[in-house]
Structure formats: structure tokens, C-alpha cells
């Protein structure tokens, strides 16, 4: 079995590839495990298991990696109050939005 993040042979050896360290490394990090010991498939399942808990914190870091440096308009406000923020943030931003498209400039 192969998948653009790791490699099973047919002996069972589990591995990760280069962009599944990349990209699932700091997640296992997060829950103190390292991902070049993970030896099986199903040790893999087991740590994605274990680091559930840290999903939504690595998330966040995540999104503030690629926007790091973007303009913090109301849209990215947005996406990133649906994904993080509270009910009242939400509908803070929503109704912004909503003013914001009831202005155009001709």
C-alpha cells in the first residue's frame, strides 16, 4: 500500500515519505511521538489515535503558517472564526460581512 504520505510494504513495514513527515510529523509531535518509530500500519492508526486531541491546536498553527504575512481581511477573519472562534465572534463577522457587501463603490 502507498499513499503520497507513507509506504507499506508487503511485508507489513510501515514508513512515512518525505511529505508525510512534512505533513504529519508536527501533529505526532505534538503528541510526543515520533514518526520514524512508528514501525506498522497499525502503530500508525494507533499514534493518529493518540494525537486526535492535538488536531485542532496543530490546525490553528497551521493556518496562521500560510497566512502569515497575508492581509487579515474580513474573509480570512472569517474562515478562520468558523474553524476557531466562538458563536458570538461568528456572528459578529457574519454580520460585517453583511454590511461590507451592502457598500459599492461605482
Partial sequence: ???????????????????????????????GIDPKSIKSYEEYLQSR??????FLEYLREQTDRMLEGQPNTTEWQAVRSIAFGSDEEQKALIEKMKRKQQFRIV
Avoid: C, W
Avoid at 1 to 24: C, K, P, W
Avoid at 49 to 54: F, I, L, T
Fill in 49 to 54: 489515535k493518540a494525537a486526535g486531541p492535538y
Fill in 1 to 31: 500500500m502507498q499513499t503520497n504520505h507513507y509506504i507499506v510494504d508487503d511485508a507489513g513495514n510501515f514508513r512515512f515519505t518525505s511529505v508525510g513527515l512534512e505533513e504529519q510529523g508536527p501533529l505526532l509531535a505534538k503528541a
